[in-house]
């Protein structure tokens, strides 16, 4: 653990849920688990998903004008691994070895996967991450449930936490 303040025990045991995160800009498209996400607007809609700096999602996101957002769904560990765990940076195929089809803008919309795509409406630091406010504006649900963080803690992260080089 990072520290031993209250906060970080508090977010040590925080269950937060797993989206991947697809984007798409020029000849560029990827994708990445993320678990810093919330609903920030009931009217109109808003969402916040934030991508880590050292991730290159992020300098793709950085890019684009739209962003696809994928619930993992509790059935999906498989999935979480694959995006999570695995780096654009090491392996420049990881979104081909995965089905999926362009979406709006050419995001990525990963196949068996519930998702919403969102118009970027501004950006915030987050630190480490990049924030993205997002117009939600498209997508598809199929099923219930959700895959959480506690139930993903075993993912090796493809690239560490922390501030580009």
């Known amino acids: 653990m990072a520290g031993t303040t209250p906060f970080d025990y508090i977010v040590a045991d925080l269950d937060y849920p797993l989206f991947v995160v697809s984007a798409a800009a020029q000849d560029e498209a990827d994708a990445c688990l993320v678990g810093f996400t919330t609903q920030c ?4 809609r808003r969402f916040m998903v934030f991508l880590s700096k050292m991730n290159h999602t992020c300098e793709v996101a950085r890019r684009a004008s739209v962003l696809v957002v994928h619930r993992v769904r509790a059935e999906q560990h498989e999935l979480a691994e694959h995006f999570g765990g695995i780096s654009e940076k090491d392996d420049a195929a990881k979104l081909g070895e995965w089905p999926w089809r362009p979406g709006p803008e050419g995001a990525p919309i990963i196949e068996d996967c519930d998702w919403f795509a969102g118009t970027i409406e501004g950006t915030v630091d987050g630190g480490d ?7 939600p504006f498209a997508g598809e649900h199929r099923g ?18 922390g501030e580009p080089a």
């Open 41 to 44: 607007s009931i009217e109109p």
């Open 129 to 135: 991450h990049v924030g993205y406010l997002l117009a």
């Open 144 to 161: 219930r449930g959700q895959l959480g963080y506690q139930e993903a803690r075993d993912i090796q992260a493809g690239q560490p936490a």
